[in-house]
């Protein structure tokens, strides 16, 4: 066999072991050292990871606008709509309007627990029943059959 068949790998083999070393022994402990300082310095990280959280700032910011948006337009229309259940609603407008016959309807009714029950109906909106004209069909009795 040829020599080169020998030394060849022994000298990859000794390059792999000595490229080893320098990291095992000298790079190694050089990255540490470079690391440590930096974890030294005053708000290093920050100053690296301030656009992602500037952004990720921004992106709350919005997302908080947006709920807080639709979280008061919600309780404003609560709101209106409680102010509509309220059965002394249409008591105090009567009341205002010197209508006394519906103030004295609405009083009655508000007594009687119908409050709530009228202020849902309104004669515009109420659905119509549809009118059924009943079949007229002749009863047939024992004799007929």
């Known amino acids: 066999m040829e020599l080169a068949q020998f030394v060849i790998p022994l ?3 000794f390059e792999i072991i000595i490229i080893l070393a320098l990291y095992r022994f000298v ?5 540490i050292q470079k690391w440590e300082q930096k974890m030294d310095e005053e708000g290093w990280l920050v100053i690296r990871l ?4 500037d952004e990720i700032e921004d ?3 919005e997302k908080l ?10 309780v404003g229309k609560m709101t209106a709509s409680a102010k509509n259940l309220d059965p002394m609603n249409k008591i105090r407008k009567a009341a205002k309007d010197n209508d006394w016959t519906s103030l004295m309807v609405e ?3 508000n007594k009687a627990g119908l409050g709530g029950v009228l202020g849902h109906i309104n004669p515009q909106t109420a659905q119509k029943e549809p009118q059924n004209s009943p079949k007229v069909t002749q009863i047939k009795g024992i004799k007929d059959r």
Do not use: K, T
Not at 27 to 31: H, P, Q
Not at 50 to 53: A, L, Q
């Open 11 to 13: 000298f990859v083999a």
């Open 59 to 61: 992106r709350m910011h």
């Open 107 to 109: 009083y009655a009714a």
């Open 27 to 31: 790079l190694r402990d050089w990255i």
């Open 50 to 53: 301030e656009p992602v959280i």
């Open 65 to 74: 606008q947006a709920f807080q948006d639709s979280f008061f337009g919600s």
